[in-house]
Each structure stands twice: as structure tokens, then as C-alpha cells.
């Protein structure tokens, strides 16, 4: 007499991939056993094994990183300051070099605008916007000019 074998879901997904001593290949109970032993605990999540070099890592990561960001936007600020500083000294009789390569004195300032003048023997002058000094090679130590202040009769 044949007996019909039913099984449902559940004790299918109960059934552990792993073989381990004393299991059968899909973690059923051998023969004599009385109930499918499961790692875990019945199916149940495993959780991670406490402690371990990941604890300590991942703030040890989070905290370089802030430290590395916060470097970065300092130094940027500090060069944006010492290069606005060096571009609004600049004055008549001052040797610059530009973005470009081109190194002169300035000789007239006009607004954002310098006229630059190259070689003194040829005449050769450009104008050249105030951003594009990349660096002051001599200053030329005068003051700034100021406008003549206006006096006032009694």
C-alpha cells in the first residue's frame, strides 16, 4: 500500500541548504531523529557576532572624512582671502604676470582694467582684465591713490 508524501511551504523553507554533521543534503532529520535541527533557531535571522573591527572603523571613517572636508573648505577660503587681498593692493609701476604667461608693469588703471605694458623699447601695451594677475612679481611700494578731498569754504 503506497502512502501519499505531502509536504507544505513551511516545512520546505524550514529545511537548511548546509550540510552539517549528522543532517541529510537538505537538512532534513536522518533516520532516528525526531525533529529537522535548523541553524539559527528555527529559521530565525541570524544576527552578526558582536564586537569585531567594524565597530570601531566605521566612526573612525565617518570622523577622517569631516576632518578632510573641513581642511578642504578651510584652505579654500584662506587662498579666495590672500588672493583678493594681492589683486586689490595692485597699483601703478607694479610687475605682474598674468594667467597667461605675459609678465609687464601696469601703467594705467582703469575699474576692473589694467593696461599692461610689455617691452618699454617697442611700445607694446594690452589691456588686460583685473582677474586675470595671477601673481605680483615687485610692487612698486607707492601708496594707494586716493581721490583729492574736498574743502569747504566758511
Known amino acids: 500500500m503506497l502512502h ?12 537548511s541548504v548546509v550540510v552539517q554533521e549528522g543532517q ?5 532529520p536522518q533516520s532516528g531523529d525526531a525533529a529537522p535541527v535548523v541553524p539559527g ?13 567594524g565597530n570601531f572603523m566605521m566612526p573612525l571613517l565617518a570622523l577622517m572624512m569631516v576632518f578632510l572636508v573641513l581642511s578642504t573648505v578651510m584652505s579654500g577660503r584662506k ?28 601703467v594705467e588703471i582703469k575699474g576692473d582694467e589694467y593696461l599692461l605694458e610689455t617691452d618699454r623699447n617697442s611700445n607694446s601695451r594690452a589691456w588686460i582684465d583685473r582677474n586675470a594677475v595671477s601673481a605680483v612679481l615687485k610692487s612698486s ?6 581721490p583729492a578731498a574736498e574743502t569747504t569754504k566758511a
Do not use: C, H, Y
Open 41 to 53: 533557531g528555527g529559521g530565525a535571522a541570524q544576527s552578526a557576532p558582536p564586537g569585531g573591527l
Open 79 to 106: 587662498e579666495k582671502k590672500k588672493r583678493a587681498e594681492m589683486l586689490s593692493s595692485i597699483r601703478k609701476r607694479d610687475r605682474v604676470r598674468t594667467i597667461g604667461g605675459m609678465i609687464g608693469t601696469i
Open 141 to 146: 611700494g607707492l601708496p594707494a591713490e586716493e
Open 24 to 28: 541529510s543534503v537538505l537538512g532534513a
Open 4 to 15: 501519499a508524501f505531502e509536504m507544505n511551504a513551511a516545512q520546505i523553507a524550514s529545511w
